[in-house]
């Protein structure tokens, strides 16, 4: 086995496509998660650290010795929309499935080891996708504890191949009337391979949770040590030994994400952190007032407002491209970073928000999906910057760092607030920025806010946001021909971010929404509710 590689800076890593270990997770026992594609791959290590388990996503094709510098604990092999057979199949080395760690491989991650170890799969006769009932023939490792009412559990299948000959070595475990071999596992003693058909990890797998961590403690016989607490102390001892003496600064925008690494940062740090909060014009109504009294009232820092929306705004004129937008934005906040730094003391260190949706959905891997979008403080930052980059939370998803915020004892009016994109309204205005335009959707997205409060379905949505469109309608308001704008309604459930499906808000609501945006909006005659889940959209529309 390889030596562990080099250790990258503690915080504020960025990362490449080759993915250096992280500093927080290095710290505890680990399970890797190599992606080939699937929609579900996020939810799988979700999953395990729901089970107080650090897991990571890697891309399938991470070089072999680097896997093993990891010193996993676990690996899971994830679905994916490639057959084994296609000319450009996504694959591992065989040697990987021969190093003796702990391999779970799902779906296409199953195929795989099918596939390289001997085995053949072949076209189902039938597409095998939604629920299908498990029979299951050995309830020990992994089905361990699935008697019951677990007796025939309903298991998530999506596949088109499935297993027409196990690998030598290899027995069933469990089935369905479609798959022979639902599930699989490695009878040589010397490997601890076990492979799956259909998602654990999807809730519509009863006992999908309980499969992973019967593998997780089970079989890779990890300890539950991953908590926020735990994660609290270590990244605070982390940033205080980065920063040293140094002066920090943080980028306060006020949401969820921005306060708790402002709060970590202040327990590090104390009085060395100063935060910045930037109008930048692309705000919700009343924001900025909103955030100065909430941090005056709960939190003894040194906070500075910048009043740059002109500049903002200047910068963005003429802007339509989204992924420009981003870069702009990420770009001019940097830009007033560095001039308040030089008059307040030479501040060499920022602190951001940055999360691992963020991460995840600002690289392009070979294997899952594309860059879905350039977030302004993943990939929108100059590659020059003179700050060094501390983002505390870029390894969490939010509902870790909801927990992590209630360990802080943050208040429930900041850890709860729906999320609020860095680049604002901006992205939430498809076309050229103007200061009309920021006008229509400000109101649009406060009578949203209002009306989803005033019917107690704000805790009840992950977000809930209007977006306004470059497009123009015929109406009729006040028996007079009107050509206006037309806003789009947008409001999504979820738990991470990662996946959504829109609200069912009732037609009084939204019919509440409808009516006092085109009576109380000047200049939007039309109103649309968006039906999307996420895949195959994203929540916000750039």
Same mark, same amino acid.
């Given at each position: 086995?390889?030596s562990?590689p080099?250790?990258?800076?503690? &915080?504020?890593?960025?990362?490449?496509s080759?993915?250096?270990? +992280?500093a927080?997770?290095?710290?505890?026992?680990?399970?890797?998660?190599?992606?080939?594609?699937?929609?579900?791959?996020?939810?799988i290590a979700?999953?395990?650290?729901?089970?107080?388990?650090?897991?990571e996503i890697?891309?399938?094709?991470?070089?072999?010795?680097r896997? =093993?510098g990891?010193?996993?604990?676990?690996?899971v092999?994830?679905?994916g929309p490639?057959?084994?057979?296609?000319?450009?199949?996504?694959t591992?080395?065989?040697?990987?499935?021969?190093?003796g760690?702990?391999?779970?491989?799902?779906?296409? !991650?199953?195929q795989l080891?099918?596939?390289?170890?001997g085995?053949?799969?072949?076209?189902s006769?039938?597409?095998?996708?939604?629920p299908?009932?498990?029979q299951?023939?050995?309830?020990?490792d992994?089905f361990?504890?699935?008697? !019951?009412?677990?007796d025939?559990?309903?298991a998530?299948?999506s596949?088109?191949? #499935?297993i027409e000959?196990?690998?030598p070595?290899?027995?069933a475990?469990a089935r369905t009337s479609?798959s022979?071999v639902? @599930?699989?596992?490695?009878?040589d003693?010397?490997?601890r391979?076990?492979?799956l058909?259909?998602?654990?990890?999807v @809730?519509h797998?009863? !006992?999908?949770?309980?499969?992973?961590r019967?593998f997780?403690?089970?079989v890779c016989g990890?300890?539950p040590?991953?908590?926020m607490?735990?994660?609290?102390?270590?990244?605070?001892a982390?940033?205080?030994?980065q920063?040293?003496?140094?002066k920090?600064l943080? @980028?306060?925008?006020?949401?969820?994400d921005?306060?708790?690494?402002?709060a970590?940062?202040?327990?590090?740090?104390?009085d060395?952190?100063?935060? =910045?909060?930037?109008d930048?014009?692309? =705000?919700?109504?009343?924001?900025?007032?909103?955030?100065?009294?909430?941090?005056? #009232?709960?939190?003894?820092?040194?906070?500075?407002?910048?009043?740059?929306?002109?500049r903002?705004?200047?910068?963005?004129e003429s802007?339509?491209d989204?992924?420009?937008?981003?870069k702009i934005?990420?770009r001019?906040?940097?830009?007033?970073?560095?001039?308040f730094a030089?008059?307040?003391?030479?501040?060499?260190?920022?602190?951001?928000?940055?999360?691992y949706?963020d991460?995840?959905?600002?690289m392009s891997?070979?294997?899952p999906?594309a860059t879905?979008?350039?977030h302004?403080?993943?990939?929108?930052l100059?590659?020059?910057?003179r700050?060094?980059?501390?983002e505390?939370?870029?390894e969490?998803?939010k509902?870790?760092?909801?927990?992590? !915020?209630?360990?802080l004892?943050l208040?429930?009016e900041?850890?709860?607030?729906q999320p609020?994109?860095g680049?604002g309204?901006? &992205?939430?205005?498809?076309?050229?920025?103007?200061?009309?335009?920021?006008?229509?959707?400000?109101?649009?997205?406060a009578?949203?806010?209002?009306?989803?409060?005033r019917v107690g379905y704000y805790?009840?949505?992950?977000?809930?946001?209007?977006?306004?469109l470059?497009v #123009?309608?015929?109406?009729?308001?006040?028996?007079q021909?009107?050509?206006? +704008?037309?806003v789009?309604?947008r409001a999504?459930?979820?738990?991470?971010g990662?996946t959504a499906d829109?609200?069912?808000?009732p @037609?009084d609501v939204l019919?509440s929404?409808?009516?006092?945006?085109t +009576?109380?909006v000047k200049g939007?005659?039309?109103v649309?509710?968006?039906i999307?889940s996420k895949?195959?959209?994203? &929540?916000?529309?750039?």
């Amino acid at each position: 086995m390889s030596s562990s590689p080099k250790k990258p800076p503690i &915080i504020g890593q960025r990362l490449s496509s080759s993915f250096s270990p +992280n500093a927080m997770g290095s710290q505890h026992q680990r399970i890797l998660v190599l992606d080939f594609g699937s929609q579900y791959t996020q939810l799988i290590a979700r999953r395990i650290r729901e089970s107080h388990v650090y897991a990571e996503i890697l891309p399938y094709n991470v070089p072999f010795t680097r896997i =093993l510098g990891y010193r996993p604990d676990g690996l899971v092999l994830s679905g994916g929309p490639s057959s084994v057979y296609d000319r450009k199949a996504p694959t591992v080395p065989k040697q990987l499935l021969d190093a003796g760690i702990p391999i779970l491989g799902i779906c296409y !991650g199953m195929q795989l080891v099918t596939h390289l170890l001997g085995g053949i799969v072949a076209r189902s006769a039938h597409r095998e996708y939604g629920p299908a009932t498990l029979q299951i023939d050995d309830r020990t490792d992994l089905f361990k504890g699935f008697h !019951g009412e677990k007796d025939h559990p309903t298991a998530w299948m999506s596949h088109g191949d #499935r297993i027409e000959r196990m690998p030598p070595g290899f027995s069933a475990i469990a089935r369905t009337s479609n798959s022979p071999v639902a @599930a699989m596992k490695a009878t040589d003693r010397g490997r601890r391979i076990y492979c799956l058909q259909f998602h654990p990890e999807v @809730a519509h797998t009863e !006992g999908g949770t309980a499969i992973l961590r019967n593998f997780v403690y089970d079989v890779c016989g990890v300890k539950p040590d991953w908590t926020m607490r735990s994660f609290k102390a270590e990244t605070i001892a982390a940033i205080r030994a980065q920063v040293g003496t140094g002066k920090v600064l943080c @980028a306060l925008s006020g949401g969820v994400d921005s306060s708790v690494a402002a709060a970590l940062a202040h327990e590090a740090v104390g009085d060395r952190l100063t935060c =910045l909060f930037v109008d930048h014009g692309l =705000l919700r109504e009343g924001e900025a007032k909103l955030v100065c009294e909430t941090f005056a #009232r709960h939190f003894k820092l040194k906070l500075k407002l910048i009043n740059a929306a002109s500049r903002f705004i200047s910068a963005l004129e003429s802007v339509s491209d989204p992924e420009r937008k981003r870069k702009i934005i990420g770009r001019a906040f940097i830009k007033e970073f560095e001039g308040f730094a030089r008059g307040a003391g030479k501040a060499e260190w920022l602190v951001q928000g940055t999360l691992y949706p963020d991460v995840i959905e600002s690289m392009s891997f070979k294997g899952p999906s594309a860059t879905i979008k350039t977030h302004h403080n993943v990939g929108g930052l100059p590659s020059r910057m003179r700050f060094r980059l501390i983002e505390p939370l870029r390894e969490l998803f939010k509902d870790e760092v909801r927990e992590l !915020g209630r360990e802080l004892g943050l208040p429930e009016e900041i850890v709860g607030r729906q999320p609020f994109p860095g680049p604002g309204l901006a &992205i939430r205005i498809l076309g050229p920025v103007t200061k009309e335009r920021l006008g229509i959707v400000r109101k649009a997205d406060a009578i949203v806010e209002h009306e989803i409060l005033r019917v107690g379905y704000y805790d009840r949505v992950w977000q809930a946001f209007a977006v306004l469109l470059p497009v #123009r309608t015929v109406g009729v308001m006040g028996d007079q021909r009107t050509y206006d +704008n037309v806003v789009a309604v947008r409001a999504v459930t979820s738990v991470d971010g990662m996946t959504a499906d829109w609200a069912r808000l009732p @037609a009084d609501v939204l019919g509440s929404i409808s009516t006092r945006i085109t +009576n109380e909006v000047k200049g939007v005659n039309r109103v649309v509710f968006d039906i999307s889940s996420k895949p195959p959209s994203t &929540i916000e529309w750039e």
